[in-house]
């Protein structure tokens, strides 16, 4: 039932979803549907977490195992495979509509203040040591971030994930400071 809740939010928005609707495409009554869920509310709410949880284990899981040695391109690498898996998911969270639950949007806060906490741990060393500014580097990265995974999720074809691993590494350049090696 989440699973098409999940695509009438996709493809027509959260104003669309009802649980006449959901019952419809499952092929069940609209009680299986109350039963599951209590509400509409509810069901979006049930929706929101489970999308949440996914979207946030594709980008641990594409963050974990990095170094802060790496490059912003290499992470974000991981990041495009994870909305490649689940692109509805993420086209939640990037591009939410309006009509969604106010937990949407909780979470979309959260979210964003903890990946703007992990770019700024990440590149803090880096940037610090080479005279730069890590806030503004951060703001800026996650920005950057922000917008070429909307790109990859409005236009596969045109956005693809070479060209915009190239333009990231481009100016990740401009925002950390390369440290000399020894």
Same mark, same amino acid.
């Given at each position: 039932?989440?699973?098409a809740?999940r695509?009438?939010?996709?493809?027509?928005?959260f104003?669309a /979803?009802?649980?006449?609707?959901?019952?419809?495409?499952?092929? $069940?009554?609209? #009680?299986?549907v109350y039963?599951?869920?209590?509400?509409?509310n509810?069901m979006?709410? *049930? +929706? $929101?977490?489970?999308?949440?949880?996914?979207?946030?284990?594709?980008?641990?899981?594409?963050?974990?195992d990095?170094? *802060?040695?790496?490059?912003f391109?290499e992470?974000?690498a991981?990041?495009?495979?994870?909305v490649?898996?689940?692109?509805? #998911?993420?086209?939640?969270?990037m591009?939410?509509?309006?009509?969604?639950?106010?937990?949407l949007?909780?979470?979309?806060?959260r979210?964003?203040?903890s990946v703007?906490?992990?770019?700024t741990r /990440?590149?803090g060393?880096? $940037?610090?040591?080479?005279?730069g500014d890590t806030?503004?580097?951060a703001?800026?990265?996650?920005?950057?971030?922000?917008?070429? /995974?909307r790109?990859?999720l409005?236009?596969p074809?045109?956005y693809?994930?070479?060209?915009? +691993?190239?333009?990231a590494? /481009?100016?990740?350049? *401009?925002?950390?400071? $390369?440290?000399?090696?020894?």
């Amino acid at each position: 039932m989440l699973d098409a809740c999940r695509t009438i939010v996709d493809e027509e928005g959260f104003h669309a /979803v009802t649980i006449n609707r959901v019952a419809q495409d499952c092929a $069940v009554s609209r #009680t299986v549907v109350y039963q599951q869920f209590g509400s509409l509310n509810a069901m979006l709410i *049930a +929706l $929101v977490d489970r999308e949440i949880n996914r979207a946030g284990e594709g980008f641990l899981g594409a963050v974990h195992d990095h170094a *802060a040695s790496e490059t912003f391109s290499e992470v974000m690498a991981g990041v495009l495979a994870a909305v490649d898996t689940h692109p509805a #998911t993420w086209r939640m969270f990037m591009m939410p509509g309006e009509g969604g639950p106010p937990e949407l949007y909780a979470h979309l806060v959260r979210a964003r203040a903890s990946v703007l906490g992990y770019v700024t741990r /990440v590149i803090g060393d880096q $940037v610090d040591g080479g005279g730069g500014d890590t806030e503004l580097s951060a703001r800026s990265l996650h920005a950057i971030a922000d917008e070429i /995974v909307r790109l990859r999720l409005q236009d596969p074809d045109r956005y693809s994930i070479d060209r915009l +691993l190239r333009h990231a590494e /481009v100016v990740s350049a *401009a925002l950390i400071p $390369v440290t000399p090696t020894g």
